[in-house]
């Protein structure tokens, strides 16, 4: 089997990537209201950006392959459906263990947390219609018309702060009207490495989902060529 080496490098680089930015949060100072608290943002701001980039990238792959009708958009779409979710819980799991102390409470039903749970329902959405039609030409086209509209919860849920206010604050890193960063300056370079490394996983994440999946699809077009070639042998 031929080695795969752009799947290689991008895992070695996620992995480095990650022990870096681990390294650096464990290490760096500890804030003045928030205290050793505040090291949650350089893994819980990186999951959000995750989940916003693999659920456009849902979107996007969905509306390639209704351009072009190639099954390689459609599994990628897919793929980053499902990295999506994954992510989202993440981000969700890491707010409540922020919100516990500082709020109080581990939930609210702020509008930025409430959109993000409505997101679980639409891609999760998402995926059991993927698991209900058998078509593949039919299930390609209706999962990117859903992955299409999905990608409007990206827009509205970074927006939900500034729209709604409630419990949730604004966002620290300000790039509308602006780039604006509202903390500790000394807390940007691990930021902004942990947002890029965890970028360079998303990317290592979709292709080796996006592997898998063909092979999946592989093996079900020869258990299908397989039946089909059996049912016409017995009608002969």
Do not use: C
Not at 131 to 157: F, Q
Not at 174 to 198: C, E, H, Q
């Amino acid at each position: 089997m031929k080695r795969d080496v752009t799947t290689t490098v991008l895992g070695a680089a996620s992995l480095l990537g990650l022990a870096v930015v681990l390294g650096l949060s464990l290490t760096s100072p500890l804030d003045v209201n928030q205290g050793s608290l505040v090291r949650l943002m350089f893994v819980h701001v990186p999951e959000a950006w995750l989940s916003y980039l693999a659920y456009g990238g849902t979107g996007l792959f969905g509306l390639l392959y209704l351009i072009q009708r190639r099954r390689h958009w459609d599994r990628l779409a897919m793929a980053s459906g499902e990295i999506g979710l994954l992510f989202t819980l993440a981000t969700i799991v890491g707010g409540m263990l922020w919100a516990k102390p500082t709020w109080g409470t581990y939930w609210v039903w702020d509008a930025r947390l409430t959109t993000t749970a409505l997101s679980l329902v639409v891609y999760g959405g998402y995926l059991l219609i993927r698991s209900l039609i058998d078509d593949p030409e039919r299930r390609a086209r209706v999962s990117a018309v859903v992955g299409i509209v999905g990608t409007l919860y990206v827009p509205v849920n970074y927006m939900a702060v500034e729209w709604w206010r409630g419990v949730h604050q604004t966002q620290t890193l300000k790039l509308l009207g602006g780039v604006r960063w509202d903390a500790a300056p000394v807390y940007l370079p691990t930021l902004l490495l942990s947002v890029a490394s965890f970028t360079v996983l998303y990317f290592f994440l979709l292709r080796l989902r996006g592997i898998l999946a063909a092979r999946e699809e592989a093996r079900e077009e020869r258990e299908l060529t397989g039946v089909t070639g059996r049912v016409e042998v017995a009608r002969g």
